[in-house]
């Protein structure tokens, strides 16, 4: 158990729907990052937050959105889905901004019917 | 190409065998991690490479920075080591996170 939360586990929608992934850091963890795997694309950064702001964006679409809250948890919001936004979801937080070790959530899986 | 690139794709072992997984990229690094993705998706942080070498247990990493490369080695590998390997960099001077290879699958015959 890395100590990282993801909700919910699976999440099945349909096309042009919204919806909201939460990830919880480990205890102390001011980073929290977001990565998409999906079968095509393999792994691929999305978005970094350290301590409420944004560090780093990756190859996110302007469809998706993220935040981290004062509590340090994370929402990645993902609107208009298509069919290609099927994929797993991976939160991971680590203690600070740049080089450390990163510890990954347990992921959630979307598939977009 | 891709920035970061893995060989093999796929490896079967017999267990009890050494294993080596290769990892190399083009771009100038500030770190390289390797991670392990369970079957069932989970995927756990190995080790985090500057350079020289590491080891946890059964597990073993080595970087050379000039030669940008980076190997994963498994002593006497076990049925419980089947998965997928993934090396990742971080390029350095950026600001973006971590760039990915895809993978080795790994399976481990008993």
């Known amino acids: 158990d890395s100590g990282v939360t993801q909700t919910p586990k699976h999440l099945i929608t349909a096309t042009g729907q919204r919806v909201t992934l939460r990830c919880s850091p480990r205890?102390?963890?001011?980073?929290v990052y977001w990565y998409q795997q999906s079968l095509d694309q393999g792994l691929q950064f999305l978005i970094q937050y350290y301590n409420g702001e944004e560090r780093a964006k990756g190859n996110i679409l302007e469809r998706f959105s993220a935040q981290q809250f004062p509590d340090l948890h994370s929402e990645l919001n993902l609107s208009s889905l298509e069919l290609g936004d099927s994929a797993l979801y991976f939160c991971?937080?680590?203690?600070?901004?740049?080089?450390?070790?990163?510890?990954f959530g347990p992921g959630t899986r979307l598939t977009v019917l | 190409k891709n920035e970061v690139e893995q060989s093999p794709q796929n490896l079967t072992a017999q267990e009890g065998e050494f294993i080596t997984i290769n990892c190399s990229y083009s771009?100038?690094?500030?770190?390289l991690h390797w991670l392990q993705q369970h079957p069932g998706g989970g995927i756990v942080s190995l080790f985090m490479l500057s350079s020289g070498k590491k080891k946890h247990g059964r597990l073993i990493a080595t970087i050379n920075i000039q030669e940008k490369h980076s190997s994963l080695h498994i002593t006497a590998s076990h049925p419980r080591d089947s998965a997928v390997y993934i090396c990742?960099?971080?390029?350095?001077?950026?600001?973006?996170?971590?760039?990915f290879g895809s993978g080795t699958q790994l399976t481990v015959l008993p």
């Open positions: 771009v100038g690094i500030s770190a």
């Open positions: 991971a937080s680590s203690s600070s901004l740049w080089d450390n070790e990163q510890f």
């Open positions: 990742a960099v971080r390029v350095a001077g950026s600001a973006r996170q971590l760039t």
């Open positions: 205890s102390g963890d001011l980073s």
